[in-house]
């Protein structure tokens, strides 16, 4: 499973951006998909997951209400669209795939910058 992300960019507080994550190679495989995010200096946490059959969405705390996430199977695509932005959403994005062969195994993209400006 090969994993692209892109989409963030600068953005002034209160503005919004759309994430995208490219999926190929092992789409059968994927359980899950989900954006997590590391700022400088901080581990990296969970924002938000989707079944990869079901759709459907979990957030955490922080974006709930702001963030969405969404996939189009037909793409293999996943999206998280990201509403009111904060200073405090400012990070490194990486789109994550939980895949299910003999065991389960997480996939990561590389990262895409988001920056929030106040």
């Known amino acids: 499973v090969q994993l692209q992300a892109s989409g963030g960019g600068v953005v002034q507080a209160g503005g919004s951006l759309r994430l995208s994550c490219a999926v190929s190679?092992?789409?059968?495989?994927?359980?899950?998909m989900g954006w997590f995010r590391q700022a400088p200096g901080k581990e990296r946490e969970f924002v938000a997951s989707?079944?990869?059959?079901?759709?459907?969405?979990e957030y955490a705390d922080t974006v709930k209400g702001r963030f969405t996430i969404s996939r189009d199977n037909a793409k293999n695509t996943v999206y998280l669209q990201m509403y009111s932005l904060k200073p405090e959403d400012t990070a490194v994005y990486y789109c994550?795939?939980?895949?299910?062969?003999?065991?389960?195994?997480?996939?990561w993209g590389q990262g895409t910058q988001v920056t929030v400006s106040s």
């Open positions: 994550n795939a939980r895949s299910r062969w003999a065991s389960l195994v997480n996939y």
């Open positions: 989707v079944s990869w059959a079901r759709g459907g969405g």
């Open positions: 190679g092992g789409t059968s495989r994927i359980l899950q």
